[in-house]
């Protein structure tokens, strides 16, 4: 990517930290983007530093709420069958520059369209260059879209092969970031496509300014953003900050304002610290173990269910979520609507998994668990999680090695259907709807992709796809209930964990709020005098 300014993080920091004030706020984030296109990704590091920051969808998400309202559209109709949605675009909204690029007119319909038609259509020249759109892929996008049609140049309609109950939240989420045409067919021209994904260009609060690679990303105010009186910041700083300790000495420091991921260790003293706010929230999370149940012998469903017997939950919630996460039985957190509290979770019981495994012939089996190398919501020491598990494995005879990758890498290798072993992964809700969790993680068109798992079983799938066409949110619940019952029995995952969501923030910072959809925020929030 290229760098435009270079600092060494302790003087950045130094030289972010002292022109604070009330001008630039500092972010100690945990992890390094991916990259700045956000239909590219699936994790919420790269979100938070791309299409909460840079750019707008078409509908957005109150913050800290899920409820969706108007984005680049101010308004829009759908059509009695459920088939067709039309947008009206917001006039006046203005794209960013950089020294590559300035735009020639404001936002327009060719804009949505470029944006969802290159997810889509394969002859679209920046198809390709994504690799894999994996968010579009998993939520079937490529079946349900059959047409997007330009109404005018305000207005855009897209046109659905069935109804789709969750689609206008769908829309509210990072995949959907509307991108500017022209800067992608400049860049085209250019011969510099990966621009798109390096110098970001967006309608959002911030205007990208310059990343220097694991250490510092610069933002700077959109003057002339849409909404008015927004950002309440002249500056954005991300501070790349990955162990949870520093981050916690650089917030103590002042150095930056907020942090994400405290050890839970820590929460305690950073309650009693006057000179800490710590904020919190019930997390609309999971996390979970995925096995690969493509490669034997966790293809049989008999062989997971011992395995998940064998992992004693409750001393992972004590001893890596220090006691602020519950132990997990369904693939959906607790809050959420259609949640099936009749479900049983698999028992700890290692006597029973080893008989389990004798009776499948299961013997002298050798696996690798797979742990993240950076913290999350829904797993702050996915390490220590591993290590724990490593340890109930082989009072079963299991033997495991465990492994790790740097994050970008962590996250393409796992989706590979011929991954080894089981991956310790999670996922915070993107829009408040269960769909968001059961096809997304668990569908068959996810396979390759956010599907962990690898796992593809017809009854699952077909209750989950009818669901999404179904009116009612009674009538979808209890479809989504059914198919909890089926996860459970197949057991594609283990079950770990849903936790609660800390944030410590310094008393000067105004108006953070908590997301419940994990998304760290910054267009409202402003620093006191």
């Not at 304002?257 to 000179?275: I, K, S």
């Not at 724990?388 to 996250?411: A, K, P, R, T």
């Amino acid at each position: 990517m290229k760098i435009r300014h270079i600092l060494a993080p302790g003087i950045a920091l130094a030289l972010f930290a002292g022109t604070a004030g009330a001008q630039t706020l500092v972010y100690c984030s945990e992890g390094s983007p991916e990259g700045f296109d956000p239909a590219l990704y699936t994790a919420g590091t790269t979100f938070d530093a791309s299409s909460h920051t840079v750019y707008n969808q078409l509908v957005e998400f109150v913050t800290g709420t899920t409820e969706v309202v108007p984005g680049l559209a101010e308004s829009w109709e759908v059509s009695e069958d459920g088939t067709s949605y039309t947008f009206t675009l917001r006039p006046g909204v203005q794209f960013h520059s950089n020294d590559q690029f300035t735009p020639t007119r404001e936002l327009n319909a060719d804009d949505v369209i470029f944006t969802f038609e290159r997810q889509m259509d394969a002859e679209n020249p920046y198809h390709e260059y994504a690799g894999s759109w994996e968010y579009f892929n998993s939520m079937s996008m490529p079946d349900l879209i059959e047409t997007i049609e330009k109404v005018d140049d305000m207005t855009v309609r897209f046109n659905l092969s069935r109804p789709e109950a969750p689609f206008i939240a769908n829309l509210a989420m990072d995949f959907a970031s509307i991108m500017s045409k022209e800067y992608a067919d400049a860049m085209v021209e250019a011969g510099t496509p990966e621009a798109l994904n390096q110098r970001p260009i967006g309608t959002g609060p911030f205007q990208f300014v310059d990343y220097q690679t694991d250490a510092v990303i610069r933002y700077a105010a959109n003057e002339n953003y849409w909404e008015e009186g927004l950002p309440k910041v002249e500056n954005l700083v991300f501070a790349i900050t990955p162990d949870a300790s520093v981050r916690y000495q650089r917030l103590q420091a002042g150095e930056c304002h907020v942090m994400p991921y405290p050890n839970p260790a820590d929460v305690a003293a950073m309650q009693e610290n006057p000179d800490i706010e710590v904020l919190e929230q019930e997390g609309l999370n999971v996390g979970y173990l995925a096995y690969n149940t493509q490669m034997e012998p966790f293809d049989n469903p008999r062989v997971r269910q011992a395995l998940n017997m064998a992992i004693d939950k409750q001393a992972i919630i004590d001893v890596v979520f220090q006691g602020s996460g519950q132990i997990a039985k369904n693939p959906i957190p607790p809050t959420m609507w259609s949640y099936n509290e009749a479900v049983e979770d698999d028992p700890y019981d290692p006597e029973q998994a080893r008989q389990i495994l004798e009776e499948e012939g299961v013997t002298d089996l050798a696996m690798n668990i797979w742990a993240m190398p950076v913290q999350r919501p829904y797993n702050p020491n996915a390490r220590r999680m591993a290590e724990l598990i490593q340890e109930d494995f082989s009072e079963i005879g299991v033997d495991v090695d465990i492994v790790s990758y740097e994050w970008g890498e962590y996250l393409e290798r796992s989706s590979d259907v011929d991954r080894d072993g089981a991956v310790l992964l999670g996922w915070t809700g993107d829009n408040g709807d269960p769909d968001n969790f059961l096809a997304v993680l668990l569908s068959c068109d996810a396979v390759g992709g956010a599907n962990r798992a690898q796992w593809c079983h017809e009854p699952f799938d077909e209750l989950v796809m009818e669901a999404k066409t179904l009116p009612t949110q009674e009538e979808r619940a209890a479809l989504y209930e059914e198919a909890q019952v089926v996860f459970k029995e197949q057991a594609p995952w283990a079950t770990i964990a849903h936790s609660v969501v800390f944030m410590p923030v310094r008393p000067e910072v105004e108006g953070y709020k908590v997301h419940p959809l994990g998304g760290h925020i910054f267009d409202e929030v402003s620093l006191s005098q």
